[in-house]
């Protein structure tokens, strides 16, 4: 097998690209295997990457480790999706390691190196969309909108971290907090306003949401959660639940249905906030469906294929 490592330097707080090459190439040597050490340059690029070193050891099998956070892992899946010879990993070096919290909170088995080279492939679902592909979350509204809103927080001094979420939190809960929204879910009408509309195949997201502990990426469907039109009061009454996965204690506010696909547009012509694994899109018209094809993503050899679906 070759086994190729794709650093992005800017992942996490600072530029750790010496370090982690020097224990893959440590772990590598000391093995005997054939390996890549490539490095991203830009937004991207590992996409890039990924796409050409496939071609060039087509009918070889080969695995990706996405050395980064979770947006370096989107764009190393975005490059494997569809490519029978291929599997993906995660070596989290980020700050955000959301998806691979699947296989526990700490995530610290994905961390040796030995355990990942030593894993197992599991087939997992992924999300494609007009807009790009995602293996975790993809979500529209209020907390993409946040999101989106963040960096020009985070380069004003001493806005860092939670204090850029909050300044951007501020500024379009002022902006408001709902839009007009057409939803159509496996051929079934769902228009209304919404706050947010979240699509999960992962459970995880955002540093600590688990809106959706009972989705599970080997079952061929997205868990869709739809926050109606709620008032700020409503809001700091429910996101707490909505954090922890509790969305069933409210009905009267959440909906949640089981999807194969999903098409979303803005109904007065808009360009809606879209967010896929971190990434953010404008777009008026969204349409994303759950791949027909399978991810072959490597677990640690200690790993369970799954945890247990959690249904309360």
């Not at 800017?10 to 370090?19: F, I, L, P, R």
């Not at 569809?82 to 070596?91: D, F, K, M, P, Q």
């Not at 007009?180 to 769902?190: F, H, K, L, R």
């Amino acid at each position: 097998m070759k086994h190729v490592f794709i650093i992005n330097p800017a992942a996490g707080k600072q530029d750790s690209t010496v370090e982690v090459a020097a224990a893959i190439r440590a772990v590598c040597v000391e093995r005997g295997l054939d390996y890549d050490i490539l490095t991203t340059e830009y937004p991207r690029h590992a996409v890039e990457l990924v796409k050409k070193k496939a071609v060039e050891y087509c009918g070889e099998a080969i695995r990706f480790y996405a050395c980064g956070g979770d947006g370096t892992l989107n764009e190393v899946a975005a490059g494997a999706a569809g490519l029978a010879n291929v599997s993906i990993t995660h070596y989290p070096c980020g700050s955000g390691n959301d998806f691979i919290k699947l296989f526990g909170a700490d995530c610290q088995s994905f961390k040796k190196l030995e355990n990942l080279i030593d894993g197992k492939d599991v087939a997992l679902d992924y999300i494609e969309s007009d807009c790009g592909v995602c293996i975790n979350v993809f979500s529209v509204g209020l907390d993409a909108r946040i999101a989106s809103g963040m960096p020009k927080y985070k380069r004003i001094p001493l806005l860092h971290g939670s204090m850029a979420y909050h300044a951007s939190t501020v500024e379009h809960l002022m902006r408001g907090l709902h839009e007009p929204y057409g939803v159509e879910i496996d051929g079934v009408s769902y228009d209304s306003r919404y706050t947010l509309i979240l699509a999960a195949n992962g459970r995880f997201y955002g540093g600590g949401y688990n809106p959706v502990p009972e989705a599970d990426p080997t079952d061929g469907k997205l868990d869709v959660l739809m926050i109606d039109a709620v008032d700020v009061l409503t809001i700091a009454r429910i996101i707490g639940a909505y954090k922890a996965g509790k969305h069933r204690n409210y009905p009267q506010y959440i909906k949640h249905v089981q999807a194969d696909a999903i098409t979303i547009w803005h109904r007065d012509g808009k360009e809606m906030t879209l967010n896929l694994d971190g990434e953010i899109v404008k777009t008026p018209r969204v349409s994303l469906r759950v791949a027909p094809q399978k991810l072959h993503f490597t677990i640690p050899q200690c790993e369970e294929l799954l945890p247990p679906r959690i249904v309360e």
